[in-house]
């Protein structure tokens, strides 16, 4: 028996469909006629669950072994996986970290897509995982790779399923000795969704085949809004029929921009503009206008308007906050519906049905009532539940039915009295003391007010998340700014203030740490000079 056993690991999610592709390839490999078996290792449960499979296969016909049965593994081996399949790209990271791939042996084919864990999503900051590391690694570590991203290429098709994608991208890259027929058969076989999963394979196969699927990650769409459109009036014009009835007096808005700013600051102030009258109304974005008008004072094209840009796109950010109001108009409009039956892959005649778990906490709920009413309730609860926990209600709503869309869409009736809702006092009270410092500190130093304008990242999300932001927001001006503006050294300011915004980022606690960086910094020591 010369050939030896082949072993193939498969990292994915729970939902990705990791345990369909694992009965693919042992189906591909039965109607081979090769001794086949796999196993599956369930993981943490995290991003819905990291969940991994195992096959081992030996490529002779089973009527050519006269009777000898192989013996296989039920675990992979560190250093001995001839074939890494990873259906998101951390998971393959994951896998190379305990040392599954080898330069001299294995053989990679990823999805560069990315569904972010929970350890991403909880800093303040940016906790996105670096792709290029994963990528470093699985270069290194390989004797070949093959990754794109198989998720935006299904998406662009209408597809969803990146199990099939994967499986097509194997078969045209000839990695197992299965033929192409053979793949398809075991889908044909599966009875899962036969149809979408062959025209899903076959976008796989192709993609591999007509080279446009280079051997190395190609990097996903970047989170967020673009800034590179070329055609001014073609940009406006997608936005005010994006807006729909809106969309005229969002041509107007655009206008007052045309006149009074810069043209390289109008996709950016568009897009503002276009989001600010989308969540409460024209006016509104007007208001926004006013406010970063006094900055655009300070600023200059030869500076490049950093000052402007910053503070505007965190303006914006910050007066579209998370309201109850605004979950339910997103909850409850077609589009998203439209979008969750694509995602599916549903046909005309199938039902959808939507639950969604919302777990409102009470200054949530108040929050947009009039201030007038319950603001002396308001500070009552503060005084009741200090700190960042309130009390929650957890509900499901079945969106997809009339009482539970109703009972959501009511929500949005609410929109007019946002002005003079408790949630838009405060978080206005908040929004007027970030311009004051940004203003101040840019007066003094235009790259410091720059670092103070950028530290707004450090407000986000919603409920006790908000609340922990806020909080370390305020701390960060009275107990670090301020502090800082005393002192003559501007580089020692620029420095600190830097390095305290990303350790606050970095954590939900690093405000602490950044409190006493800065403390520990302006403590005078014995041999400084003046101090005796």
């Known amino acids: 028996m010369n050939e030896r056993i082949l072993s193939v690991l498969i990292t994915a999610m729970g939902g990705q469909g990791g345990a369909v592709l694992t009965d693919w390839l042992v189906q591909a490999a039965m109607l081979e006629g090769f001794p086949v078996q796999s196993t599956s290792l369930p993981g943490v449960a995290q991003r ?20 000898r049965e192989p013996i296989f593994s039920l675990h992979p081996t560190p250093g001995d996986v001839d074939l890494l399949i990873a259906q998101e790209f951390l998971e393959l990271g994951r896998a190379i970290e305990q040392g599954f791939a080898s330069p001299d042996r294995t ?169 600010l009258i989308d969540y409460q109304s ?123 869309f109703l009972r959501v869409w009511l929500l949005t009736r609410l929109r007019p009295l946002r002005p003079i809702s408790e949630r838009y006092r405060r978080e206005h009270m908040a929004i007027a003391i970030y311009r004051a410092w940004v203003e101040r500190v840019a007066r003094t130093d235009y790259a410091l007010g720059v670092e103070v304008a950028e530290a707004a990242t450090m407000v986000k999300g919603y409920g006790a998340v908000r609340r922990r932001g806020l909080a370390a927001f305020d701390r960060y001006l009275e107990e670090i700014v301020a502090p800082l503006l005393a002192q003559a050294d501007r580089a020692l300011i620029s420095r600190l203030l830097a390095e305290a915004r990303q350790r606050i980022l970095a954590a939900p606690e690093g405000i602490d740490a950044a409190v006493t960086l800065v403390r520990e910094a302006l403590v005078p020591t014995p041999n400084t000079p003046g101090n005796g």
């Open 48 to 67: 819905t669950g990291s969940t991994t499979y195992y096959l081992e296969l030996l490529p002779i016909p089973q009527d050519e072994l006269d009777g």
């Open 107 to 275: 053989v990679i084919l990823a999805s560069t897509s990315r569904l972010y864990s929970i350890y991403e999503k909880s800093p303040p900051g940016r906790g996105i995982y670096p792709g290029e590391a994963i990528e470093t690694a699985a270069r290194a570590l390989s004797r070949r790779l093959i990754a794109f991203d198989a998720l935006a290429l299904g998406q662009a098709h209408g597809f969803q399923e990146v199990n099939a994608i994967l499986l097509g991208a194997l078969a045209a890259a000839k990695l197992l000795p299965i033929r192409e027929q053979n793949y398809r058969k075991a889908v044909e076989q599966g009875g899962i969704a036969v149809e979408r999963n062959l025209a899903a394979f076959q976008l796989g196969y192709d993609h591999v085949n007509s080279g446009r699927c280079e051997e190395r990650p190609e990097p996903g769409p970047a989170p967020g809004p673009t800034h590179g459109i070329q055609d001014w009036e073609a940009f406006a014009e997608a936005r005010a029929i994006g807006l729909g009835r809106r969309g005229a007096t969002f041509r107007q808005v655009i206008g007052q921009v045309e006149r009074e700013f810069p043209p390289t600051l109008w996709e950016l102030l568009g897009e503002g503009v276009a989001r």
């Open 282 to 404: 024209a006016p509104y974005a007007r208001l926004y206008l006013d406010w970063l008008r006094p900055l655009l004072d300070l600023d200059s094209a030869e500076r490049g308007y950093r000052l402007a840009r910053r503070f505007a796109r965190h303006l914006a950010v910050w007066m579209s906050y998370e309201d109850a109001v605004r979950v339910a108009e997103l909850k409850t409009r077609p589009e998203r519906f439209a979008r969750i039956r694509t995602e599916m892959g549903m046909t005309d005649g199938q039902v959808l049905r939507v639950t969604d778990f919302l777990k409102p906490d009470i200054d949530e709920i108040y929050g947009v009532l009039p201030h007038a009413l319950v603001g002396r309730f308001a500070r009552w609860a503060e005084r009741r539940w200090p700190g960042e926990k309130r009390p929650a209600f957890a509900q499901k709503v079945r969106t997809t039915r009339f009482a539970g």
